[in-house]
């Protein structure tokens, strides 16, 4: 019995087809690293506004929220409330 691959079995296989990539389509490769670097940059700046208003917005309360907390654990905070 001829196994799977086996060239000098005699016997052919029936029903059972193989493919291979053609080297027209293979060639595409090579280009991948100039073509992100130009197509990838276009597309990646297409997105940039779409996430750098919520991170601005974020990260400003972010830091309002630590200015805040810092002032009212503060001494200044506490002799302020305290004097009015």
């Known amino acids: ?6 060239k000098h079995g005699g016997t052919r296989m029936r029903g059972v087809y193989q493919y291979t990539l053609s ?4 060639k595409a490769g090579p ?14 700046a ?3 506004p ?3 208003v919520p991170f601005a ?3 400003g309360i972010y830091r309002w929220a630590n200015n805040y907390t810092e002032y009212h ?3 200044a905070a506490h002799v302020a409330e305290h004097h009015e």
Request: hydrophobic share 40%; proline share 3%.
């Open 73 to 75: 654990n503060s001494k």
């Open 57 to 59: 917005l974020g990260y």
């Open 46 to 48: 297409a997105e940039v």
């Open 1 to 6: 019995s001829a196994w799977w691959g086996d």
């Open 31 to 44: 280009n991948w690293a100039r073509e992100y670097l130009f197509q990838g940059y276009r597309r990646i």
């Open 50 to 52: 779409y996430w750098i």
């Open 23 to 26: 080297p027209f389509q293979a």
